[in-house]
DNA sequence: CGGCGGTTTGCAAACGTTACCAAAGCGGTC
DNA sequence: GACCGCTTTGGTAACGTTTGCAAACCGCCG
């Protein structure tokens, strides 16, 4: 297994390996004939440049370190997709792994990908403990942060890209408003979190405004699996309830309820509406139709990889950067128009 | 962004480098007070390893490519997920990378993965592009084909664990003979596909010997998606039929059949069974309840992870292994047992 | 005190690239 | 024919590790 190596092919062109090296990476120094010899060389023996010498030498690896909570998620499944899209357009290439649940994981991922030299680190992930390794490993590595949203009472303001959460918690109120809903409920208030706390915000603000009762039903469980949406679900639809119509923190949580909403023989969306988050994959399929407020990944995906070429290549600019990504409203089969009042 | 290197280490801790590299890989040479003492200096330097130059230096990364055909698809993104855990465990970290639909990318990821000197390669797709792949490769870098077969005309026997197409091919005929089906239908049959020809004739083989009567609907649809199985499942339901059940392909194909089942008000099962293959998490959901053939996700991972480090640690041994993964009926709600003559 | 195993250390050469700087080649001008 | 500027090439020192080999140290025996 004995590899052909950059002083192979200078030998065999009977040239330096300094030569070669410009022939591979197209300097603008070299003449055009040498160039095509060498590079004859290199194919015909099969020589590929060894990437691990080339990033010692040139202190840059273009690989992208890409951290997401869970693969089986399809949402982070569906980022990590257009993430990869985007940086290989872009030349660089994604190191994948799944923080998963494990304690500490987290910190060994960046412990890798820092060891490894990555160029820089994409984080996605809603919790707040994410925050604070973010920083301090911003020093070592440009990060950004996928989706999260600091603390607001956290002094510091990391690089970030992410949904406008309070802005779709204010969209969901009022959608559901235009409907006619006045008595809805908002289903998985997650603790320690500032993404579903900004949400969740909104939500009240926008309801407030329009004179709406909410009543906010926490989560205990996991909120980004349909098994945890199921347990919370049961939770509420087993008492008597007065609501019309609710939001859900996400899909999963929103596709778990109408199951049990199913089972329980209450009709969606005649008895109840559901409105997700997320408009993950299967949201969309023919027997489930859920509406929902797109997270528009795409979107997300490219603004996200863009701010990390720039904090690359431009370098830490000093301040901190966040986009925010408005959702948009996917109007499909399980929210229903209430009777009444014409509403605007 | 001035790292701290083993220079450093050495100099502040008043020994050679030669050391520090001998108390961070806790080499027996060396005296126990020294250990501490650098090891007591990395800690406070922050000092992390340059795993690149290690790599470099030692020709091994403890690097393992994966390549998955679509991180959206389930069943990929759990093989996935068990891969990372064993491989973890055993301590190498797994690049992952999909290689999409485009063609090429492929070729392009394996190059990466050689640039990169990974130690070894997870080839996980139903192709049999992939093998001739894995093939032009093996030589330079010890491969797994995951989840595919040799087409059967091939020279070639790659190093492959996969789920035993044939014998679940089998299995799922003699299911649907037990439940006192004699009339049923294969829906998925793919061209250019060893893992689906030797599930398909295992299925007509012992369906042959029991007497049963077999339809193949062959598919010119994507056979891993859900849409795909709903294009394929129009065509078959749309015309009058006969059979009493169907096996599809896969999990993705069978769901995609339920719907579009639903929606012509076809009912499942009680006018037709289902029986599909992969056992994919959604499968198992309450609303949806399919009985499918479950190909053991983490044992798959288990076996083929052990086969790769096999080959890098011990070398190519010359010949090559095929592990087969006998599959499993797991038995839900979309097989209906007919009524008749008892069937043992 | 010389010599002898055994443990612990250090020197220096890899590993395969890139990058800086000097030098060679080559027309053309004065 | 010396000199100049431009293009093209080569030598060599990095980059941060590991590794083989030689040297130093240490306690002990004869």
Redesign the interface.
């Known amino acids: 297994?004995q590899?052909v190596t950059i002083k192979d092919v200078a030998r065999l062109a009977g040239v330096s390996v300094t030569t070669v090296s410009r022939a591979l990476n197209n300097a603008p120094e070299i003449h055009g004939e040498t160039r095509e010899r060498v590079l004859r060389v290199c194919r015909e023996q099969g020589y590929?440049?060894?990437?691990?010498?080339r990033?010692?030498s040139s202190s840059r690896?273009s690989l992208l370190g890409l951290i997401v909570p869970d693969?089986?998620n399809?949402f982070h499944?569906?980022l990590?997709?257009n993430l990869?899209?985007c940086a290989q357009a872009a030349g660089y290439?994604?190191?994948?792994?799944?923080s998963?649940p494990e304690e500490g994981q987290l910190e060994t991922l960046f412990?890798?990908f820092?060891?490894?030299?990555a160029d820089g680190v994409l984080l996605s992930s809603s919790g707040d403990g994410a925050y604070d390794l973010a920083r301090r490993w911003q020093?070592?590595m440009p990060c950004v942060l996928l989706g999260a949203c600091a603390p607001e009472d956290s002094p510091h303001r990391g690089n970030t890209v992410s949904v406008d959460n309070y802005a779709g918690g204010r969209m969901a109120a009022e959608y559901l408003h235009r409907l006619g809903h006045r008595d809805v409920a908002y289903l998985g208030l997650r603790e320690g979190s500032a993404t579903h706390a900004l949400r969740y915000r909104g939500f009240l603000s926008a309801a407030g405004d329009l004179g709406m009762k909410v009543t906010a039903i926490p989560s205990p469980y996991s909120v980004s699996t349909?098994e945890g949406g199921?347990h919370l679900a049961r939770g509420f639809l087993s008492a008597p309830f007065s609501q019309t119509a609710v939001f859900a923190v996400s899909d999963s949580v929103a596709l778990g309820l109408i199951?049990v909403a199913?089972?329980l023989g209450v009709p969606v969306p005649q008895r109840l509406s559901v409105l997700g988050f997320d408009n993950i994959?299967?949201a969309a399929?023919?027997?489930i139709r859920l509406t929902t407020l797109s997270q528009n990944t795409p979107r997300l995906a490219q603004s996200a990889l863009r701010l990390l070429l720039e904090l690359i290549e431009d370098g830490d600019g000093g301040g901190y950067v966040r986009r925010l990504i408005t959702p948009s409203v996917i109007e499909r089969a399980t929210c229903r128009r209430l009777p009444g009042p014409a509403n605007t």
């Open positions: 297994m590899r590929r440049a060894n990437l691990l010498a990033s010692l690896s693969l089986a399809p499944a569906a990590a997709l990869e899209l290439q994604v190191m994948l792994c799944s998963r412990d890798l820092f060891s490894q030299r020093g070592d349909i199921r199951q199913d089972e994959e299967y399929l023919p027997n």
